[in-house]
């Protein structure tokens, strides 16, 4: 059973950093393309950023330049470096992961909340 498992969530200041970690809880031999989404109140769920099997990365215009994807394979965790954040940062943000034929799964979510 595979689940994703998101922490590090919290308030910043604006201008300030936050380094969210999610981490792929269960055994599985499912390779999943890990991204993060947010959702603001009221709006639809974005993306936001994610990674691939081939180490390429991408990011949404808002946040390019300012956030920062990575992966630690050995302990199976998938971060957002979240730097020079803006209060319009604030969001719910979420774990997502794509594994092809094993399916999607995604987190319950971190808040993050910018003043």
């Known amino acids: 059973h595979v689940q994703l498992v998101e922490s590090g969530g919290g308030s910043a200041q604006a201008g300030g950093s936050l380094r969210l970690s999610c981490e792929v809880s269960?055994?599985?031999?499912?390779?999943?393309?890990m991204s993060w989404y947010r959702q603001a109140p009221g709006k639809e769920r974005e993306f936001v950023s994610g990674?691939?099997?081939?180490?390429?990365?991408n990011y949404a215009d808002s946040v390019k330049g300012r956030f920062t994807i990575s992966q630690d394979n050995a302990k199976k965790t998938v971060y957002l470096q979240m730097n020079s954040v803006k209060p319009e940062d604030t969001a719910m943000y979420y774990c997502?992961?794509?594994?092809?034929?094993?399916?999607?799964?995604w987190g319950q979510g971190t808040q993050v909340t910018v003043s």
């Open positions: 269960g055994y599985t031999f499912c390779n999943y393309e």
């Open positions: 990674i691939y099997r081939d180490g390429s990365t």
């Open positions: 997502h992961g794509a594994g092809g034929l094993c399916g999607v799964v």
